[in-house]
């Protein structure tokens, strides 16, 4: 991960940690969520384009990833 300067206004930033919070994300997640959308596909990973859209509410699914998408415990 690359990391980054952008330059915000008060209230933007006020504004967006608070729709960040409401969401249960970080700043940081939220900015790339919502940059995400505006970004060329990259058509050599179609699939990639729905990353980021599927949230379990589990805080540490990414650990079990195989039985939640396959239903196989690793």
Do not use: C, H
């Not at 991960?1 to 729709?19: D, G, H, P, V, W």
């Not at 699939?47 to 396959?70: C, H, P, T």
């Amino acid at each position: 991960m690359i990391r980054t300067q952008i330059s915000l206004t008060k209230e933007e930033y006020r504004l967006a940690r608070l729709e960040a919070k409401r969401q249960g994300i970080s700043l940081a997640e939220f900015v790339r969520r919502t940059l995400r959308p505006n970004l060329p596909l990259d058509t050599s990973r179609p699939w990639m384009r729905f990353v980021g859209f599927v949230e379990s509410g589990d805080a540490n699914s990414s650990q079990k990833i195989d039985e939640l998408i396959y239903g196989i415990k690793t």
